[in-house]
């Protein structure tokens, strides 16, 4: 939960999924990624994604990808 005032505002990603009956296997559903590949092919899940949401944007509903471009590069800062 959020209590405090510094917790507002901040870029957030969600996805939302749904208990299917039916098992499916990642390897035959579509990628979506630029690389083409994905580390769960082989597995397979009770679960679907229904919607995903990136910066507050809904970019797949239903099976549907949104032509919008709302991600941001991912970007790195080293401690060291």
Known sequence: LL??????GYIADLVLVAREARTYSAGSLPIYG???WS?????SFHYRVKTTI???IPVY???VL?????????????IY
Do not use: I
């Open 54 to 56: 990136v910066g507050g």
């Open 61 to 63: 509903q239903q099976g």
């Open 66 to 78: 949104s032509e919008k471009n709302c991600g941001q590069p991912l970007t790195f800062h080293s």
């Open 34 to 36: 630029r690389c083409g």
């Open 39 to 43: 580390p769960y092919q082989s597995e």
């Open 3 to 8: 209590n405090r005032s510094s917790d507002l």
